[in-house]
């Protein structure tokens, strides 16, 4: 029987009876608020963050776009890889203030120089400007490491939650044909892969568990403004070859996008890509964002991304 964590559950059940009130008293849903929202549930709830002796704000030019983002240098005198994060927040929230702990946390982690993306916003900024920052960050940065003389290795992965990871698997589709861009490995926390909303944990998680359904159509309507084929542009039907790298990928059982992981997992396994899935049974989406309720399964997240993309 399907069971959410008795961690999530009074969070949940706040949350969920506060939902009603709110509407009544007026409530609209809009950028803003869905911005200072995830912002304050990752300030009170990522703790214990750690120092990171290197880190540095800069701009990477784009043709339409100067990107910002922030480098995070976990060993200033040495060498290290290179990890591309982008945050999460449904192509509308989130930003690189707001995912400051959780990159402190990833680079303590992983022992990358990480360099989060400050790419632009729906709905200002709708579909494909995110996705025309990521393309930037991931073809420019290496100029930007240079001219600050750090200390890196030129050996490129991608991380993302949610929104993020959807750029990181829209990234993947394309790269694979783009000799100019060399990936080693690409790191996934309950991402949107399916912008049709086709797949089955869409109804089964509609309601109820944080990231409702009409809050995923809400995002996306946002995001998608120009009639695009959603289909088309959805990570999980694009083209699948043994030249996409090799993929971590995390889910969560009672989130809307579960099925649309699994069946991602699945796709990359059948063109041959080595895969790792860690699957929670009893968490929602965003969990990542509310660390204190749940600290032994971010714990093991944290841990296992650095064996990943440390691994031989």
Same mark, same amino acid.
């Given at each position: ?11 949940? %059940? ?34 214990d ?38 945050h ?11 995912? %400051? ?11 990358h ?82 912008y049709?909303?086709?797949q ?14 009409a809050k ?23 083209d ?15 989130c809307?996008?579960? %099925? ?20 929670f049974? %009893? ?7 509310m ?22």
């Amino acid at each position: 029987m399907r069971e959410v964590s008795p961690k999530l559950r009074p969070y949940l %059940d706040a949350f969920n009876a506060q939902i009603p009130i709110l509407i009544a008293n007026g409530f609209k849903a809009n950028a803003t608020n869905a911005r200072e929202w995830l912002a304050k549930v990752t300030r009170e709830m990522v703790t214990d963050v750690p120092e990171i002796p290197g880190v540095w704000d800069d701009i990477v030019p784009a043709t339409s776009y100067m990107v910002p983002v922030r480098i995070y240098h976990p060993a200033p005198a040495e060498a290290r890889p290179v990890l591309i994060h982008f945050h999460g927040g449904g192509h509308t929230a989130g930003s690189v203030t707001a995912y %400051d702990p959780i990159c402190r946390k990833i680079a303590a982690a992983t022992g990358h120089v990480v360099v989060t993306v400050e790419y632009r916003l729906a709905p200002e900024c709708p579909y494909p400007a995110a996705v025309n920052d990521a393309f930037a960050v991931v073809r420019g940065i290496w100029p930007i490491l240079d001219a600050r003389k750090l200390n890196y290795k030129r050996e490129m992965s991608l991380i993302g939650d949610s929104a993020g990871g959807a750029l990181v698997a829209t990234i993947m589709s394309r790269a694979q044909f783009d000799p100019g861009i060399a990936l080693k490995r690409a790191v996934m926390v309950y991402p949107g892969l399916d912008y049709t909303l086709d797949q089955p944990s869409m109804e089964e998680n509609a309601v109820g568990y944080l990231l409702q359904k009409a809050k995923v159509v809400w995002y996306y309507e946002y995001y998608l403004q120009n009639n695009e084929n959603r289909r088309a542009v959805s990570p999980l039907y694009g083209d699948f070859t043994a030249r996409m790298p090799e993929t971590f990928m995390i889910s969560a059982e009672f989130c809307p996008l579960r %099925d649309e992981n699994f069946a991602y997992v699945e796709k990359l396994k059948a063109a041959g890509v080595k895969t790792r899935h860690l699957h929670f049974p %009893d968490m929602t989406h965003t969990f990542m964002n509310m660390e204190t309720l749940v600290k032994e399964e971010c714990a093991q997240v944290y841990r296992e991304i650095g064996e990943f993309l440390n691994a031989e």
